[in-house]
Structures are given as structure tokens and as C-alpha cells.
């Protein structure tokens, strides 16, 4: 696939480095799940891939990128790899990676599990969720015999 240095530059301006040494892509992510997207051409591709195939890496048929650094985001040539789909796979998705599906770095705070899966509370944020944990800490200390009541009952009945 060729490039043009005009789209070369269009594709870098909707980048954004992050200090974590990722670069984020900030441009569409046209139905493609956690992934972004550029059009070139008429046709839409997966922005980790054209990021390697800008920095002429070439792809081959059957084979897929994978993000070293599991951010789904990063299109930093660095963090990317070419790989069979099995290897990719193996690699796992987001659940030990440091940084979400959108780019958030992963802190105890703002990471919730639930039946075995992990989400991010600053995805549930931008997407309008409510956080439920701040919520019940909110209603607690409104209602202080609630909270004794709960740590009554965590601690099988007996008052702390």
C-alpha cells in the first residue's frame, strides 16, 4: 500500500502521545469496537495496522497486529507486532494490561471486577453509568446506622 506525505501527516494528526510511551489514537473508530480506524482510499483499515504498514512493515495474509502494551488505541509502531491469530489470542485481552480499551491507565480505584471481568470505572464515567461504589459511600455517610448495619452483617452478626 502506497502513502502520500499529506497522508502521512493526516493519519499522524489524529495521534496524541501519551506519557506512558503509547501513541493514542484519537481519530474515528468507525464500528470497529475498541479499535480505531482511518479511511484510506474509500476504505476503512484498522489504524494499528496502517500505523506498521506507514512504517513499512509489511503484513501478511492470515496474520494479525497484535498491542504489546494491550491498549487497543496505540498505533506506536513500538508496542505493535505482527503475529498468527493464535499467538494473538494466547496473548489475552485487556484483563492484566495497564491501560484500558480507551486508553485510561488502570488504577485500583478505577477498576471494577464483576464476574470475571474487568471494567473501567472512567469508561463507565464518559459513558453517563453511575458509580455505584460512591453512590453507597455517599449513602452511608448520610445514613451512618446503614453502614453499621452492613459491617454488622459482614462481620456474621456481631457488632464491630
Known sequence: ???????????????????????????ARPGMGPYGGFNH???????????????????????????????????????????????NVRCGRHMNS?????????????????RGLVFCRDCGREAGEPDHARERAEHERDFPLLALAREIETNGGTEP
Open 1 to 27: 500500500m502506497k502513502f502520500t506525505n499529506g497522508q502521512r501527516l493526516k493519519f499522524r494528526s489524529r495521534t496524541e502521545p501519551q506519557d506512558y510511551g503509547c501513541l493514542l489514537w484519537t481519530g
Open 41 to 87: 482510499r474509500g476504505k476503512w483499515h484498522s489504524a494499528h495496522r496502517l500505523a506498521l504498514l506507514l512504517a513499512g512493515v509489511e503484513i501478511p495474509d492470515g496474520m494479525t497486529v497484535d498491542h504489546l502494551c494491550k491498549n487497543t488505541l496505540c498505533v506506536e509502531v513500538a508496542h505493535l507486532r505482527v503475529v498468527p491469530p493464535i499467538a
Open 98 to 114: 495497564r491501560i484500558c480499551g480507551n486508553g485510561h491507565r488502570r488504577t485500583k480505584e478505577n477498576t471494577h471486577h464483576f
